[in-house]
């Protein structure tokens, strides 16, 4: 099994940047892969970000350019660097586990596991 704990959410102006974070724990063969989705409101759950445990990333791309991910695999920490937020950005964030490789960014269906998700807030 794997647990995955959010933090980092909160309320910025646009413009400004967050930084998330993910800490997981248990099985770390199920969490080869690591992934940031997000859900808005009224709005279908799509994926923004993804790493390999050796550090390889996949964007979406429509989010290419603004967030970073990154992983630090002595701290089972994985983080979501979001820069010039907007309105849009305004979402649920989640924390997702897979156990295999991601050799492209996969949709969420593969994720086998998620985390309760942390609320960011963009106001103009």
């Known amino acids: 099994q794997v647990q995955l704990v959010e933090s980092g959410g909160g309320s910025v102006q646009a413009g400004g940047s967050l930084r998330l974070s993910c800490t997981a724990s248990?099985?770390?063969?199920?969490?080869?892969?690591m992934g940031w989705f997000r859900q808005a409101p009224g709005k279908q759950r799509e994926g923004v970000a993804a790493?390999?445990?050796?550090?390889?990333?996949r964007y979406a791309n429509s989010m290419k350019g603004r967030f970073v991910i990154t992983i630090d695999n002595l701290k089972n920490t994985t983080y979501l660097q979001m820069n010039s937020l907007g309105s849009d950005d305004t979402a649920t964030y989640y924390c997702?586990?897979?156990?295999?490789?991601?050799?492209?960014?996969?949709?969420?269906?593969?994720?086998?596991?998620w985390g309760q998700g942390t609320q960011v807030t963009v106001s103009s």
């Open positions: 997702a586990a897979k156990g295999a490789y991601c050799y492209t960014f996969p949709p969420p269906e593969e994720f086998e596991y």
């Open positions: 790493i390999n445990r050796g550090s390889s990333t």
């Open positions: 248990g099985n770390p063969d199920l969490r080869y892969c």
